[in-house]
């Protein structure tokens, strides 16, 4: 009998800024190879933990662990390392250098140039923009197209998990459907998707699995399906609670009898 082994595991997390916590005991696994969409409302969390598996923020309290390692404590460059990249919510190509600059600033762990050239070669073929607008500064770029040259720089290091928060942000419908079909490439091509959205139907859809926060805990989880179909979500985006919604149904129930 097969043992599964999650990717992602993340065990009693808790996490804040200035002394508050925002996380308040996050448990969840992922499994390798699948989408993972975090939804939920403004202020649940999604972001912050994002940035634990980062290590951007270290948590006050609870381990996550990536393929059986810890990694709560290491440095942003070592979990680079370890093969987790992450592309923020906003921006963060250098506008005044050229595009193929950006693109190849991803591979700064990469020693080896024919490595470097190879990966280049590929995300060319993978990103024709990243070709067509090389010679080009990425400020002179649009939204979308700053967007896909992040995804392109991202996987020059050839990272096994890509976590991105909000990549739907500010996109007109064109550019988010070419988003979502570059995420659903990397899914494809081996990567594992750690990504949270504010379109929770169209993050939901494109996931094998989603998770909903609700004040920095884990209330709802399973197939991405499962979380879209689930009749307490529409609370968390109608300004109520898992818990509200759950009470007021079991009220309705005596009421009832």
Known sequence: MTT??????????IAGYGG???????NYSMEEGGVTCIVGPNGSGKSTLLKTVSGLLRPRLGQIFFKGEPI??????????????QVPQQHSLFREMTVHENVELGAFLVK????????????????????????DKAGSLSGGQQRLVEFARCLMLEPELVVLDEPSMGLDPKTLRIMLDTVKMMNSMGRSILLVEQNARQGLKLSSHGVVLENGQVRLSGTGDEVLNNPDIA???????????????????????
């Open 4 to 13: 599964w082994a999650p990717l992602l595991r993340f065990e009693g997390v």
């Open 20 to 26: 508050g916590d925002v996380l308040k005991g996050v």
């Open 72 to 85: 709560v404590g290491r440095s942003p460059r070592e979990i680079l390392k370890l093969g987790i990249v």
């Open 112 to 135: 080896d140039r024919s490595v470097v050239a190879e990966r280049m070669a590929m995300v060319r073929e993978m990103f024709p923009i990243v070709a067509e607008r090389a010679k």
């Open 235 to 257: 609370a968390l985006y109608l300004g109520g609670s898992v818990r509200a919604k759950m009470a007021a149904s079991t009220s309705e129930v005596k009421e009832n009898t």
